[in-house]
């Protein structure tokens, strides 16, 4: 089996699947592949159908099952320095390289490589794939993937996201909301930058105000939490501005994150920066000229994993593998949207996420045979 699934792992990752672009080559291939198997297969599009989710069900078509959950799209290599080409599986001794070799398209080619074992089976509960896009942009498909699943006759119990954890059990993870700031300014001559409205210099300061409420919350951290850091933080990742050193900048935009933990009013705490931007810089802009602006737009609020709702989810994991310990990451995953929607849900699924979103991405051999070993293991879980 684990030839077929290093078959399969080359195959996938030979869809440059990218976050935000079209996804049907990928979605194609699984989804003929499923049928192969005589599946049924629902897609979940987005608004302009270019995008798609993957659901289908192996066995009785009842209440109380499984969902094996994955994306089926990768972060960008633009700017990495890869030895290899990104988009062909190269295997070097027990290294498998390639762009989602880790996360999370080895767990997917796991899956997809188990359903002859779902299949022979004699699988009392039903075991659900749901595959998703864009998970690594904040997780844009799942609203529309829970709609579908919503819509079903029967209800699914637990869920388990593949993501990479080293084989070890996740119940709880971080949110986050990814935000980008536009500001306008005014631009006028260098020589008399006071008559102008530097969109940059508004940009520091809001800056300056978001890592100051981010050293707050660092220093109240989260007492015996199992998080590293155990507070919630902010991280400022681009910027862009200005036309030229000899003018004030008539335009500015940063994109940022905040991953709360789960939990924390995330509501209130942007909310406050949102208040220091329209009470306190954008007046004195507006005073120099009233065309300033500053807009501050939440693209995606991602939820956290709550490990209220995980017990279910952690015990079937418990009696597949006999682990009993119970970890806290801070990267998010589609578990918070499940959590959200009322299922039991758990992060569980081979590899490193040290190795993710990194060039020369890699899982090895020996990860992919404890997928498939686990997998196996599942099966004979939902036939009991």
């Known amino acids: 089996m684990l030839e077929k699934t ?17 996804n049907r080559d990928i979605t194609n291939y699984i989804k003929s592949y499923l049928e192969g198997y005589g599946l049924e297969v629902e897609v979940s599009p987005n608004e ?18 499984l969902i094996l959950n994955g994306h089926t799209d990768v972060v960008p290599v633009e700017g990495q320095n890869w030895r290899s080409d990104p988009f062909m599986l190269k295997k070097i001794d027990d290294r498998l390289y390639g762009r989602g070799s880790v996360d999370m398209k080895g767990f997917l080619a796991c899956v997809l490589a188990s359903i002859p074992t779902f299949k022979s089976a004699a699988l009392k509960r039903p075991i659900h794939l ?11 498909g799942m609203p529309h993937l829970l709609r579908s699943i919503s819509k079903m006759d029967y209800k699914p119990e637990i869920v388990i996201v593949g993501e990479p954890t080293e084989m070890e059990l996740v119940t709880s993870h971080k949110g986050g909301d990814e935000m980008r700031t536009e500001i306008k300014g005014f631009e006028v001559h260098s020589c008399n930058p006071p008559k102008g409205v530097s969109a940059i210099s508004a940009a520091v300061k809001l800056i300056s105000k978001i890592e100051g409420i981010g050293l707050r919350l660092a220093k109240s951290p989260y007492h015996d939490s ?32 905040f991953r709360p933990m789960p939990g924390e009013d995330n509501v209130a ?3 406050e920066i949102e208040e220091y931007a329209h009470d306190s810089l954008l ?13 501050i737009i939440t693209e995606v609020s991602a939820p956290a994993l709550d490990d209220y709702l995980s017990s279910k989810a952690a015990s079937f994991i418990s009696k597949v593998t006999g682990k009993n310990s119970r970890n806290a990451v801070s990267f998010g995953t589609d578990a918070g949207y499940f959590c959200d929607a009322g299922y039991s849900a758990v992060v569980f699924g081979p590899g490193s ?32």
Not at 132 to 140: A, C, K, Q, R, V
């Open 6 to 22: 290093v078959e399969i792992l080359a195959r996938l990752i030979s869809f440059p699947s990218i976050s935000g672009k079209p």
């Open 48 to 65: 302009n159908a270019a995008q798609v989710n993957i659901f289908a069900t192996i066995g009785p078509k009842i209440s109380g099952g």
């Open 130 to 140: 749901a595959f998703s896009y864009d998970e690594e942009t904040g997780g844009l």
């Open 226 to 257: 199992l998080f590293d850091p155990p507070y919630s933080t902010f991280n400022i990742g681009t910027i862009r501005g200005g036309v030229a050193r000899n003018a004030t900048a008539g335009w500015c935009d940063f994109d940022w994150e």
């Open 269 to 271: 705490i942007i909310s």
């Open 283 to 295: 007046p004195e802009m507006k005073a120099i000229n009233s065309s300033a602006e500053i807009n």
């Open 353 to 384: 996420i040290m190795r993710a979103h990194a060039p020369d991405e890699f899982i090895t051999l020996k990860e992919l045979n404890e997928g498939l070993f686990f997998l196996r293991n599942v099966a004979v879980q939902m036939s009991t």
